[in-house]
């Protein structure tokens, strides 16, 4: 065998793979720049669930049910759970929080709050009173929100500063407190929520008194009180879903502050764009966004919890009474649910916002004034609209 001839065989290969290795490091790159684009709030693989109707309570004291998805006949039925004048400032009012998956069901205790301090509460088998509370007597924000278990219900009443939870089946109060300075003016707890890694805890901004408290939701005892700047006025607020997470409302300096739980620590704070009010938002399923209503335009600010910037503008239809009411999650996690609040002469309009792609996916418009729109099981839905409620009627007004 010739010797020279295979040691020349290999010197040459070993030159062939060198240069080869060379080229492919040296060679330009063929991979596409991607530009960062918001990323979905919901995995791509999720199913989308739409399973569920609406149960709206409007401004004057109608209860609807309404099918976000049809666009042919959204409007299933009605009844005046109670009858509130279209002549005073008496209003079926904002804001009712049930539990992020939470749907109302048969023979379930719903409340109705006015923001005048009553508190109607209906059973959903028949839609009738069946008890009324005398929170405050002024006109002014009232809130209501669930608990974690849906076994009890928190009221916040802004004008008498009280404070009170329920139990949800025996409709007893449990606690009330009431929070005003030593001047007897009220601190203005015009909101409220349970924390949901912790459901012995309550969070409640006190607007006039420039602090959010962590209540204790047994007792009534103030656990912890993160003090705000003067005049910031802390206004709504909500917790993520995973409760570690608290993003705060401010109507005096327009901005939403973000804080941990339960220490209340803060992480960052967004300065509302241009002249835009804050006023209520709500963050997505994995609490990755912010998404935050204003009061005074028909669009949704879209906020990053990493980097705490705006990161873009949804832009909602256009109405003759600008602002919105509330904005929730819908069971599941597909949507945001938006209530374009409007008034009991023009009406309003309830939007579906798709969390995957963060744009318009359903406009549900109503010749109502929905004040409150609560998930419902659609077997509930298809009861009542068979045998409680009367049929839809062209022109409704409330």
């Given at each position: 065998?010739?010797?020279?001839l ?14 080869g ?19 979905s709030?919901?995995?791509t693989?999720t ?32 009844q ?10 008496t ?11 939470s749907?109302i ?17 209906f059973?959903?088998s028949?839609?009738?009173v ?11 924000f ?16 802004g ?21 005003v ?8 707890p ?18 006039f ?6 209540i204790?939701?047994?007792?009534g ?63 997505t ?6 998404l ?14 990493s ?18 009411a ?10 945001a ?13 309830i ?19 929905p ?8 077997s509930?839905g ?5 045998n409680?409620?009367?049929?839809p ?6």
């Open positions: 065998m010739n010797y020279k295979l040691l020349l065989i290999g010197f040459l290969v070993i030159i062939a793979i060198g240069f290795a060379a080229y492919l490091m040296l060679k330009p790159s063929t991979t596409t720049t991607i530009t960062p684009t918001i990323t709030s919901t995995s693989s199913p989308v669930n739409n399973n569920f109707y609406f149960l709206v309570l409007t401004q004057k004291g109608i209860g609807m049910i309404v099918n976000p998805f049809s666009t042919s006949s959204s409007f299933l039925g009605f005046h759970v109670i009858n509130v004048s279209t002549n005073v400032p209003q079926v009012y904002y804001w009712e929080e049930l539990p992020y998956n749907m069901n048969l023979n379930q205790i719903v409340l109705m709050p006015l923001n005048n301090g009553t508190v109607y509460a059973n959903t028949n839609m009738k069946i008890k009324s509370f005398t929170v405050g007597n002024s006109i002014g009232i809130g209501v929100a669930y608990s974690p278990d849906m076994r009890y219900i928190a009221i916040a009443d004008p008498s500063g009280v404070v009170e939870v329920i139990n949800a089946n025996t409709l007893q109060v449990m606690w009330s407190q009431k929070f300075s030593p001047t007897g003016r009220t601190y203005y015009c909101d409220i929520r349970w924390d949901p890694a912790n459901p012995d805890i309550i969070l409640v901004p006190m607007r008194n420039n602090s959010v408290d962590e204790n939701a047994t007792s005892e103030v656990i912890k009180v993160l003090s705000a700047s003067p005049g910031s006025q802390p206004y709504m607020l909500s917790p993520n879903t995973q409760g570690n997470m608290l993003a705060v409302e401010y109507a005096g300096n327009n901005s939403i502050g973000f804080y941990s739980l339960p220490n209340l620590t803060l992480l960052g704070i967004v300065k509302m764009p241009g002249s835009l009010v804050p006023q209520r938002g709500v963050f399923p994995n609490g990755e966004y912010y935050e209503a204003p009061s005074n335009a028909n669009q949704v600010v879209v906020i990053s919890t980097s705490f910037n705006v990161v873009k503008n949804i832009t909602l239809p256009q109405t003759s009474s600008p602002g919105l509330e904005i929730g999650l819908t069971p599941g996690g597909s949507y649910f938006v209530i374009i609040h409007g008034n009991f002469q023009t009406g309003g309009i939007v579906l916002i798709s969390l995957s792609s963060l744009s318009v996916a359903y406009e549900v418009p109503l010749t109502t004034a004040a409150i729109a609560l998930p419902v099981q659609v509930t298809n009861y009542l609209v068979n409680v409620l009367l049929p009627v062209t022109g409704l007004h409330c």
